[in-house]
């Protein structure tokens, strides 16, 4: 399974990344994770659903403890090469 992880760490400095926000993007960009996307208000990836969340768990624990008061995520299950894993889950409960 393939997952995408959106993320953003809180509070937001305009005038430089806080702490938090730089220990998020190295654990992000230091994972072996796919399509690393890391912007000033949000930062996705994806990968293999293991990866990502061993990712995601050290991206908490770092960012928390580097200052973070808030870590927004969300992950979603993308379409591998061979089709969607929510359209293959769905299919087998419908073939009886």
């Known amino acids: ?5 959106e993320f953003t760490t809180e509070p937001f400095d305009l005038d430089e990344a806080p702490a938090h926000a730089l220990v998020a993007r190295d654990i992000v960009t230091g994972a072996e994770l796919d399509a690393v996307d890391v912007g000033p208000f949000g930062n996705t990836a994806e990968g293999d659903a293991d990866q990502v969340l061993g990712a995601v768990a050290e991206l908490l624990r770092g960012s928390l403890e580097a200052g973070a008061t808030r870590v927004s995520l969300q992950v979603n299950v993308i379409a591998d090469a061979a089709g969607s894993d929510a359209d293959a889950a769905g299919a087998e409960g419908r073939s009886s």
């Open 1 to 5: 399974m393939r997952l995408r992880v």
